[in-house]
């Protein structure tokens, strides 16, 4: 009775997620939504850590993460990949380009995020994987400042696609050789893997996976040999 009443729709309760950004959960809110219209939806956004404590604690049901370390107390179900752009002034040099090569960016003046961001990460690790040194001449906490320090002209900046909002003043490059993205992974607690909302919340997320429910359990259970 309680699988069927979450296939139909539940009437009441109240969904606490976590999110490391708007953009990897939207579409998900908005599909659960229509599945549960009866439900509350609480979004909590912050940066990876706090999100990762906020499911270990219990302040949230589900998680939405970009990197997910090893770990028997979790689940972790693969939902999308972005790429990640390269952004420059209107002005530059690269703007009349649709793309630049990895060792383009050899010596060119970098504004990054701080350390633990992985859109961070994966550029990083593509620069040292090509030997590929940037100047990098700035580190930023935000997203919205990064955008403005470039279009400023201070450096060039990267980005993941699904962050990436246009604007006149900027333009967003891919970097044609190198294969970098960032993921978004859909996280929940083992021991609740059962709870009414927690699987209310993965039924809606089966749907929205390229191959439906059985993408959603293959990826459950590639996540669990993963992370034990």
Do not use: W
């Not at 976590?18 to 599945?35: E, I, K, Q």
């Not at 499911?55 to 990640?84: E, G, K």
């Not at 990436?164 to 891919?174: E, G, H, N, T």
């Not at 039924?203 to 996976?209: D, T």
């Amino acid at each position: 009775a309680d699988s069927l009443n979450v296939r139909r729709g539940l009437g009441s309760g109240h969904v606490k997620v976590g999110a490391v950004g708007p953009y990897h959960v939207t579409d998900m809110l908005a599909a659960f939504n229509t599945r549960h219209p009866g439900l509350y939806v609480s979004v909590t956004v912050g940066n990876s850590r706090d999100t990762l404590r906020d499911l270990l604690d219990y302040r949230t049901d589900v998680a939405v993460l970009a990197h997910v370390d090893p770990d028997p107390r979790l689940v972790a179900i693969p939902y999308r990949r972005h790429r990640v752009l390269v952004m420059c002034p209107a002005d530059h040099a690269f703007a009349a380009r649709r793309s630049v090569r990895a060792r383009d960016m050899e010596g060119q003046r970098l504004i990054v995020r701080e350390a633990g961001s992985t859109t961070r990460r994966a550029f990083d690790q593509a620069m040292r994987d090509g030997n590929v040194r940037p100047r990098v001449v700035m580190e930023i906490g935000s997203r919205e400042s990064i955008r403005e320090a470039v279009a400023k002209g201070i450096g060039l900046g990267v980005v993941s696609e699904a962050e990436f909002i246009p604007d006149p003043r900027i333009r967003a490059l891919q970097v044609s050789d190198a294969e970098i993205y960032t993921y978004a992974h859909v996280v929940h607690l083992r021991e609740r893997q059962n709870a009414r909302l927690v699987r209310a919340f993965l039924e809606v997320l089966a749907g929205l996976l390229p191959d439906g429910t059985s993408s959603s359990r293959r990826g459950a259970a590639a996540a669990r040999r993963r992370m034990t």
